[in-house]
Structures are given as C-alpha cells and as structure tokens.
C-alpha cells in the first residue's frame, strides 16, 4: 500500500485537504471516506489497510471548512455546493488514474453524513453504496441557554474542556495523541467562524434521502449526539438502509471500535462488489 501525503485541491478558490490510500494492484473498488468537523483525515487510519488489502482506492478527505481543508468566513456552508466540491475532488482523482466515469462507495461521519447524501442525489449514477456511521444529518443543537462564541470559547479552546467533551460523546476515555489530533485544525485562523456557520446553516435536515442506492448505517448505542430529533431524521432519511448497531460504541467507532468497523466494511464492500 501506498499512502500519500498530504495534498489539497482548490474548487470555486476553496481548498480541500485529502489523502489517497492506494493498492499495490489496479483498484477493483473506489471509497471515499468523509471526515466530520470534530474528525479528520488521522482518524482514518485504522481502517485504510483494510480496505487496501480488499483492493480499494481509498480517499481519505476533510470536510471543505474543516479539519485542513480551508476554513472561514469565504467557505460556503451549502450542502450542494460542498458536495459539488466534492465531486470534483473524486473526478480528479479518476482523471489522475486513469479511471473517468467510476462509481464511488461514499462513507462519512457525523454532520458529513448530510453532504453523503447530498453528493449521491447530485450524480447517483457515480455512487456504488453510501455507508454512513454516527449519522447527524442536522448540526448539533447547543444548550438554549448557551451563545455559540461562549461555547466555542469553552469547549473548544479550553483543553481540558474539550477533552470531556469528546470523551462524553465517545463513551470512553481518550489518548493524548488523537485528543490533540481533533483539537489543532479547530484553533487555527477561521476555524471557529466555519464551525459557528457550520451550526447555524446546518440546522436543516438535507432535503435529499437514499433513493435505490445500497446503503448502511452503522450506529452507536452510547452516541450521546444520536438523541431526539438526530435519531428521527436517520429514520425519515435512512430508514431504507441496513442497519447495525455497535451497542457499546459512542460517537467516534473510528478510534474506539475500529475492529467491529472493519468488520462491517469489509462485509459491506465484498456484499456490493457482487
């Protein structure tokens, strides 16, 4: 396997932050896998050599706004322009290999779930399956009483604050190394603009849902962020899909469930190469 290096594409003057795991033989499969805001690319990294020994080409790509990808106040928080980005991102990478016209798994987390969809309503003759883990397909509401600068300002840039956070909704505790990982794309220059739009734009459930495509939802039993109105949009969007449930997992399966993760992949790619 090959994995390279950080590399960025610019779309519409928007940079997007991504990494390309690549198979030693010609690909037989194409998967994107979507970081969230709170994830990026790191995050991903133990379930790459999984999906290389199956023969994936796999992208590994931050959300456009977030992780290393551009961020600010000049980045759109349109779900169908983002997805456009997105596409854009995936058709170069065909035209680089050699490949045009491929058909793409699309794999996201978290709020990344909403653009999945996005992107497979926009071209849904390029989508293979969707899988979608932790799926918020509607940003995350704040405490009523809470101002969204004051939160940011407490839960984000405030170390030990943001460490309860992310361990709350994972479930488990954290190492210092992927907490540190999270916490850096969000307190560089314009990140907290991108994540304060990123809550007040996305406060609307995507107006797309699955159609005919192959898809699966894997969901977490502890994911606090997986509660009231989140859980009834996976219903009403995803209520097609296969669906499992990781009973002892929170919201980030990627770090604390990586095995059971791969497991499902695995299935799930060998089950839709059919």
Not at 39 to 49: A, E, G
Not at 76 to 105: K, M, Y
Not at 196 to 213: S, T, V, Y
Request: with cysteine; aromatic share 8%.
């Amino acid at each position: 396997m090959a994995t390279e290096e950080s590399q960025y594409l610019s779309f519409h003057g928007i940079r997007v932050h991504f990494r390309t795991a690549i198979p030693g033989d010609p690909p037989r499969e194409r998967v994107l896998l979507l970081s969230s805001p709170l994830i990026n690319t790191f995050h991903w990294r133990k379930l790459t050599p999984e999906l290389t020994q199956l023969g994936c080409l796999t992208v590994l790509a931050d959300l456009p706004g977030f992780g290393r990808s551009d961020c600010g106040m000049d980045v759109p928080q349109d779900g169908a322009l983002r997805a456009n980005i997105l596409w854009g991102l995936l058709d170069e990478i065909d035209r680089q290999t050699g490949a045009p016209d491929s058909v793409w798994h699309l794999v996201g987390h978290g709020v990344s779930c909403a653009t999945v969809l996005e992107m497979a309503a926009l071209y849904p003759d390029s989508v293979k399956s969707q899988v979608h883990i932790s799926p918020l397909l509607r940003a995350p509401q704040l405490p009523r009483e809470a101002s969204p600068a004051r939160w940011y300002q407490r839960e984000i840039l405030e170390k030990d604050s943001f460490r309860r956070m992310i361990e709350r909704c994972a479930g488990y505790p954290m190492d210092d190394y992927i907490l540190d990982r999270m916490r850096a794309p969000l307190m560089r220059p314009g990140a907290r603009e991108s994540f304060l739009r990123m809550l007040r734009a996305g406060r609307r459930a995507p107006d797309c849902d699955l159609g005919f495509c192959p898809a699966m939802v894997l969901l977490g039993g502890r994911d606090l962020l997986l509660r009231g109105e989140a859980r009834q949009d996976v219903g009403r969007l995803l209520g097609g899909a296969e669906t499992h449930e990781l009973k002892s997992a929170g919201h980030f399966p990627m770090e604390t469930h990586s095995k059971a993760l791969r497991d499902y992949l695995r299935g799930w790619i060998r089950f839709t190469a059919r």
